[in-house]
């Protein structure tokens, strides 16, 4: 069962605009979400993350906001940059345990 | 910038064949994972290691078997490739501690013929 979602394969911005990637879990015990950049060719590279006793942090253009009543989260990338088009995963996980779930990822394109 | 290595980037074998793909880290992680992905879809774990001697599968049943003699070197290993095996191959490492950031190797792209 597919425990953490996104919804969206793909999501096309203008650069300078505000990318903003969407991801639904459902195990309510995950309380740490991270968000990874895949580039093609190359392996996931980490990008951000957030434990579940925080609702938000931040790290230069890049946030990550949780809403655990919705069980969502969401990453919010201002001002995109072209060097942004990447392949964009989801990722929770339990307690630190090697159960880590990753979506299917979302394709950003930023455009100039 | 992380210090995780995967040989080959690339292999194209036939059917029946014996591969094994490398994987290296040099950070002194205790912790490494394979995981596999087919385009378009999540990544999926299937097999990981806490340290020297440990290994277990992990959620998606795989034909493939592992080791770990070594804390930096985490080998993975197809007896007998099948064209279902076709898929890209991602290792990665994280060390013990509050926070499970895995950093990844650039991955192997497997097909089989």
């Known amino acids: 069962d597919q425990q953490v979602k996104q919804n969206s394969p793909s999501l096309s911005v203008q650069e300078g605009r505000i990318s903003i990637l969407n991801c639904d879990y459902t195990?309510?015990?995950?309380?740490?979400f991270l968000w990874y950049k895949k580039y093609p060719a190359e392996g996931p590279t980490f990008l951000i993350s957030i434990s579940s006793i925080k609702d938000k942090n931040e790290d230069g253009r890049f946030t990550v906001f949780l809403n655990k009543s919705a069980k969502h989260l969401s990453l919010h990338i201002v001002p995109s940059q072209p060097g942004d088009s990447a392949v964009y995963f989801c990722?929770?996980?339990?307690?630190?345990?090697?159960?880590?779930?990753f979506g299917a990822g979302t394709r950003l394109t930023v455009k100039p | 910038e992380a210090d995780i290595y995967q040989t080959p980037r690339y292999l194209v074998i036939g059917t029946g064949k014996k591969i094994t793909l490398e994987c290296s880290q040099t950070?002194?992680?205790?912790?490494m994972y394979w995981y596999q992905q087919d385009p378009g879809m999540e990544l999926h774990l299937i097999h990981y290691?806490?340290?020297?001697?440990?290994?277990e599968k992990g959620d998606l049943s795989s034909e493939s078997t592992v080791s770990r003699i070594r804390t930096e070197h985490f080998p993975l290993t197809l007896e007998s490739a099948r064209p279902s095996h076709t898929s890209q191959y991602l290792c990665?490492?994280?060390?013990?501690?509050?926070?499970?950031?895995?950093?990844f190797g650039p991955g192997t792209r497997l097909t089989v013929l």
């Open positions: 990665a490492s994280s060390s013990f501690g509050a926070t499970d950031t895995q950093y």
């Open positions: 990722a929770a996980s339990v307690d630190n345990n090697n159960d880590m779930r």
């Open positions: 195990n309510s015990m995950f309380d740490y």
């Open positions: 950070m002194g992680h205790d912790k």
């Open positions: 290691s806490y340290g020297v001697n440990s290994t």
